[in-house]
């Protein structure tokens, strides 16, 4: 199941030989179809579109910006850091294939600015907000693992133990976090920090 077989069906019937069909909402379609724009440089296209982004991400909402080509999505990649529009790239380049699946499962959080070509994030969903999980590791990387040294001794916990190595690598959850707390506290240290 795919919301954008339908535009697509001459192409399933000639490749694959299935028809497509079309499963109503279940809910009007509220979207609305703007006109199409044309420039008569591309040069005033990509500045459209960097003004678009610049004003979306004052309003605090997440864009996701497809192109079509690597060196365009480099493009604006360059005009958005001319304005200090903090930003995301996502391209066939090596440098930003590691990062796919963190991108991806960030492009939905407030003021998230992602630029992709066509051939990043297939079948990836993107969560309005953010990832949970993502977002968790990222606060006890910023927030917790800094605090503990190399020397943090070892913790037992149900059978299992764990060392500083291995914390960045445990599931999280309730039990998780009270291990790093735990941890913290047999290192001596204890750190108050706000995380918003």
């Known amino acids: 199941?795919?919301?954008t077989a339908k535009t697509e069906e001459k192409e399933f019937l000639k490749m694959f030989k299935m028809?497509?069909?079309e499963v109503p909402t279940n809910l009007p379609n509220i979207r609305v179809d703007l006109p199409i724009?044309?420039?008569a440089t591309l040069r005033g296209k990509w500045q459209y579109v960097r003004e678009e982004?610049?004003?979306m991400f004052q309003l605090g909402r997440p864009v996701l910006v497809g192109t079509t080509s690597v060196?365009?999505?480099e493009y604006l990649s360059d005009l958005l850091k001319?304005?200090?529009?903090p930003h995301n790239v996502l391209n066939a380049r090596p440098k930003y294939a590691a990062r796919e699946a963190e991108i991806i499962a960030q492009a939905g959080r407030k003021h998230a600015i992602t630029i992709s070509t066509n051939m990043a994030g297939r079948g990836t969903d993107i969560i309005l907000g953010g990832n949970p999980k993502m977002l968790a590791k990222e606060i006890v990387e910023d927030n917790v693992l800094p605090f503990l040294s190399h020397d943090t001794p070892d913790v037992e916990t149900e059978g299992e133990s764990t060392s500083h190595k291995g914390l960045s690598k445990i599931k999280?959850?309730?039990s998780s976090l009270a291990l790093l707390a735990k941890a913290a506290i047999m290192e001596g240290e204890i750190h108050y920090y706000g995380v918003n």
């Open 19 to 21: 028809p497509v069909i």
């Open 1 to 3: 199941m795919t919301g």
């Open 37 to 39: 724009q044309a420039f």
């Open 71 to 73: 060196e365009s999505s």
């Open 82 to 85: 001319s304005r200090n529009i």
């Open 172 to 174: 999280l959850g309730p």
């Open 53 to 55: 982004v610049e004003y």
